[in-house]
């Protein structure tokens, strides 16, 4: 722009100028303010879906956690009742050979009933009678770990059986982490 001196050029166009370069100069810095109102806007949406993102991930983090905790928790119930069962059924054989001892005290030795059957020659009647087997019921002891096909809580360290006999190797240095499931997110 060629600026011309006051002397030369009307007072009329001097002013006329003048106010052409102010409204150029507020135009500019408007245009500028607009800008980065449009990079800052910009950038808010950015972080918005970022943070839109996160929360979904620890939603479904939170999904997941919640799975896990309930099959963990099905998986203790499961144990309890079988621990209170075996338990209760400990209670009966044990509380089965007083009441049988106190039947045969009160009844005194049991004679066996005389047999209305005539018995035939070369006949056997303990051949005759089928054998039934007694079941035999499980002994109270230590409780078996349960095996299922899959394994009970998902991404979860299973147990280990290790016979008494069997030596531990020397000693390793392992650490573990503080907290288990997936590393926490980094902002770049």
Known sequence: MNKTSPATGSPRLVSEIQLARLRLATAESSLESAREQARVAKRRRKEAKQAARRARKQVKRAKADL?????VLLAAEEKLALA???????????????????????????????SHRRSRPGFSPAAAAPVRARKSRPKPGP???VVAAR???????????????????PATSATLPERLGPAPETEI
């Open 67 to 71: 799975q896990e905790a309930k099959q």
């Open 84 to 114: 209170r069962r075996r338990a209760a059924l400990a209670r009966k054989r044990a509380q089965a050979p007083k009441a049988a001892q106190a039947t045969v005290l009160r009844s005194g030795p049991r004679k066996q009933a005389p």
């Open 143 to 145: 409780v078996a770990p």
């Open 151 to 169: 394994p009970a809580v998902p991404r979860a360290a299973q147990p280990i059986t290790i016979p008494r006999d069997v030596e531990p190797p």
